[in-house]
């Protein structure tokens, strides 16, 4: 499985401030994904990179960006948050080339607070 | 589009007992994958289970088994021999298309009685 991080673990902010939720990997994989999910709605995708000039938005990207600054890392960064952002946000990848390349594998995620 | 359905938002099981998992889903990709996600109170999204859609063949993995019915479209779940730390939410989910987004379904929440 791959080795994904997320930090921070939990955060609580204030509505209008900026954040940041950073997503490493250790397993080399090439694709990488930020979804939200939120109580009785399942995952949703927010935005999605297959290298690190390649980043597409998802079904919910608006108030949202990503910067993908290595093959490693892929970060999501609300630049104005809001309190319907609340949602527990989970990062993920998928191998190209060996393994199950279908396989999307999570990170722990990273609860997000916003009063 | 992708659309899935887990029409049971809750379960619950004997310990030692079999529990099948509902999912419908629907798609126009005629390349797709399945999968059955388990989401414990730590809620780390753990892969339960993988179905390529091209194979008949029904995946298991150890007391976890599928029955893919392709025509059906339906994919359910099987958990054989329940455990106390089977107990968690159950994902299904569905991906194929060019930028192979995984849309999942609402979640089926497990409880396992001891």
């Known amino acids: 499985d791959a080795d994904v991080t997320q930090t921070p673990r939990n955060r609580i902010t204030k509505t209008g401030k900026r954040i940041m939720l950073e997503c490493s990997q250790t397993?080399?994989?090439?694709?990488m994904y930020w979804y939200r999910q939120d109580p009785g709605l399942g995952l949703r995708l927010i935005y999605y990179s297959f290298d690190v000039k390649d980043i597409n938005k998802g079904e919910i990207s608006d108030g949202y960006s990503v910067s993908r600054q290595a093959q490693a890392k892929f970060s999501l960064s609300l630049e104005s948050a809001i309190p319907n952002q609340t949602a527990l946000y989970f990062c993920?990848?998928?191998?190209?080339?060996?393994?199950?390349?279908?396989?999307?594998?999570f990170g722990p995620g990273t609860r997000l607070t916003v009063l | 589009a992708q659309t899935v359905t887990q029409s049971q938002p809750e379960m619950s099981v004997q310990e030692a007992e079999t529990v099948t998992l509902s999912c419908t889903y629907d798609?126009?990709?005629?390349?797709?994958?399945l999968f059955w996600y388990k989401q414990p109170p730590s809620r780390q999204m753990i892969l339960v289970i993988r179905q390529e859609a091209y194979k008949q063949q029904n995946a298991t993995e150890n007391r976890f088994s599928v029955n893919f019915q392709k025509a059906a479209k339906s994919f359910s779940l099987k958990i054989s021999d329940s455990q106390l730390g089977d107990a968690a939410m159950y994902f299904c989910?569905?991906?194929?298309?060019?930028?192979?987004?995984?849309?999942f379904g609402k979640g089926t929440l497990l409880t396992v009685n001891p």
């Open positions: 798609t126009s990709e005629s390349d797709y994958y």
């Open positions: 397993k080399g994989h090439d694709r």
């Open positions: 989910a569905s991906q194929g298309g060019s930028n192979y987004k995984l849309t």
């Open positions: 993920a990848t998928r191998p190209t080339g060996e393994g199950f390349t279908d396989t999307q594998y």
